[in-house]
């Protein structure tokens, strides 16, 4: 039994693979280039890289919602990674975080803190059955913590809907407002003429 278990663990230690994620290849059109490649499949027992050659950044582990917030800030049951920046300007001080992968049946979304409101996120393990998407995180990451046009966009459509409920009691005071002017200019139009009516009638007699 003992010698049946060893072989099986060297059989699985046999066919793991290590998946390479290089870190810091990123453009200012392509923020998401940051981690190459942005998502990858693993199997359980594979190990998943993160090789840091260029610039200051990190690999931490987060939510699909909360894509620019490391895991444990938004859910405490769960104990994510979080590599701390590695500054490697230049290519002089390449370092490298191994994260093994024991469940292969639930995506592991992560981000890097210098560019993920631009874009800078990744995963492993994507559903592709499932509605969350590398896109739906690009999106999320940037509507809810980026400065660029598609957060402006974003927060412009917020603020539209908002200034649309707002604005319906304005028009109502608007109206109320209008007719208001409206009643006066009919007061002050009869005011002028009932002077010259009891005049004519004086006149007639």
Do not use: Y
């Given at each position: ?31 998401g ?13 594979d ?34 990674f ?112 009932l ?11």
């Amino acid at each position: 039994m003992r010698f049946a278990l060893l072989v099986a663990a060297f059989v699985v230690s046999a066919c793991a693979k290590t998946i390479v994620i290089t870190v810091g290849g990123n453009t200012t059109s392509d923020p998401g280039a940051v981690f190459n490649p942005q998502t990858v499949v693993a199997s359980a027992g594979d190990v998943v890289m993160f090789n840091f050659t260029q610039g200051n950044h990190t690999a931490t582990q987060s939510t699909f919602a909360s894509p620019c917030t490391a895991v444990h800030f938004t859910n405490s049951s769960i104990n994510g990674f979080d590599t701390s920046f590695r500054d490697t300007h230049n290519g002089t001080a390449i370092t490298q975080f191994t994260l093994p992968i024991t469940d292969n049946t639930t995506t592991i979304w992560f981000f890097d803190w210098n560019t993920c409101p631009e874009g800078g996120v990744g995963g492993i393990n994507l559903n592709d059955s499932s509605l969350e998407t590398l896109e739906g995180i690009t999106r999320n990451a940037i509507r809810l913590n980026g400065t660029g046009s598609s957060s402006s966009s974003s927060s412009a459509s917020h603020t539209g809907s908002s200034t649309q409920s707002a604005t319906s009691p304005t028009s109502s005071a608007n109206n109320v407002d209008n007719s208001s002017s409206a009643d006066r200019a009919v007061v002050l139009g009869l005011s002028g003429v009932l002077p010259a009516l009891a005049m004519l009638l004086a006149l007639s007699l």
